[in-house]
């Protein structure tokens, strides 16, 4: 079965910090995978997705995210937080035409 | 590109009262669409999808139903709402391999 972790609840970073958010996924063949935010009472906005191709994607807002197919990795990066990154971050893997999502993670970037 | 519609955006209903949540979608056609709830302010979960009028999948048996009266439209209902059935309600679209969701509806149910 298709699933998705995020094994950090809550990741805490200074303004100006590089910045990372984990994932990690388990799917019967190549994988989709997205990374999505969600400010406060909103709905989810897609960041960036790998389908195929250059391990190193770039998405929205200057976030990227790397595919490790050997460690089952989509791990969503920025080289420069800003406060208002601050948000709730969900990584995804589509599989046929439904999406699992991973639990998220709640970012905090300190001014 | 695809613009998702959901109403109300906030809604306070009594235990045992009906529900209606509508979400309409412009810009693509025969679209897949879906309904997630968001407890918490966390994980989501999918209740329905739907590949077509009047075609739903239900992910999760509970006290919700889902209806797909047009091609464009997305109606999420319940008969009886339950203390459990508060939450944050959205629905998305699928197009072009991403899904994209509307703003949601926050439910509270007293």
């Known amino acids: 079965a298709q699933s998705v972790a995020q094994p950090e609840d809550q990741v805490n970073v200074a303004e100006g910090n590089p910045l990372t958010v984990k994932c990690t996924y388990s799917v019967s063949g190549n994988p989709y995978l997205f990374w999505y935010v969600q400010y406060p009472n909103r709905g989810l906005q897609f960041l960036l997705k790998y389908i195929t191709g250059d391990n190193l994607v770039k998405g929205s807002y200057g976030f990227e995210a790397e595919f490790n197919k050997s460690q089952t990795s989509f791990h969503l990066k920025k080289p420069s937080a800003l406060v208002s990154d601050s948000a709730l971050y969900f990584c995804?893997?589509?599989?046929?035409?439904?999406?699992?999502f991973g639990p998220g993670t709640r970012l905090s970037v300190l001014p | 590109s695809q613009t998702i519609h959901q109403w109300p955006a906030t809604l306070v209903q009594p235990v045992g009262s009906p529900l209606s949540l509508e979400c309409t979608v412009e810009g693509t056609s025969n679209p897949n669409l879906y309904w997630y709830r968001q407890a918490a302010g966390r994980g989501l979960q999918l209740l329905f999808y739907s590949v077509g009028i009047g075609q739903i999948s239900s992910e999760v048996p509970q006290n919700l139903s889902a209806s797909r009266p047009q091609d464009r439209q997305f109606i999420l209902s319940s008969k009886k709402l339950l203390l459990s059935d508060s939450g944050f309600y959205l629905c998305a679209v699928l197009a072009k391999n991403i899904q994209y969701f509307g703003a949601g509806t926050r439910l509270s149910v007293l």
């Open positions: 995804a893997v589509a599989y046929g035409q439904n999406f699992v």
